[in-house]
């Protein structure tokens, strides 16, 4: 226990004023606001960017298939945004993109476009650009005529 208080000493409260404790709070809301749109851009950016490496992982699943069973072809659909790989000895299964809120553009406005590999790999098509699209960002994969895939 302390000395005792002197006559002329006022006590004072250890803590906060409820003032105090309302204008950091409000500064701390206009700093978490101002971080959300960043914040829902780099998640956007995140899934976009997802969607386009499975699309690659299509890819590269048909040109192994086509090289194991000597041809396949990959059909990349628009709505709802799935890919499939099919090899002569049977039919396989959508492989969807996994996100709700991805979309995919495929050149000339087509609904699908099928991409055919040869028993060596190579892909036979016209070049073909395709995005995949989660709310105001894009993310670009380029086919090129041999199935060549570059990022953009």
Do not use: K, N, Q
């Not at 404790?21 to 978490?32: E, N, Q, R, S």
């Not at 960043?38 to 890819?59: H, K, N």
């Amino acid at each position: 226990m302390g000395p005792p208080a002197a006559a002329g000493h006022v006590l004072r409260m250890r803590g906060h004023t409820l003032i105090e404790l309302t204008i950091v709070l409000f500064l701390t809301a206009i700093g978490v606001s101002s971080l959300v749109p960043t914040a829902r851009a780099l998640r956007d950016w995140a899934v976009a960017s997802a969607g386009r490496e499975v699309l690659v992982a299509g890819f590269h699943d048909a040109r192994a298939s086509a090289v194991r069973h000597g041809g396949a072809t990959l059909t990349i659909r628009r709505a709802p945004p799935a890919f499939r790989v099919e090899t002569p000895e049977g039919d396989a299964l959508w492989v969807p993109l996994d996100e709700v809120s991805v979309r995919l553009r495929l050149d000339a406005g087509r609904d699908s476009i099928a991409v055919e590999f040869d028993r060596m790999g190579i892909g036979r098509l016209a070049s073909h650009s395709i995005e995949v699209v989660v709310g105001s960002v894009s993310r670009r994969l380029v086919v090129s005529s041999y199935g060549r895939i570059r990022r953009r």
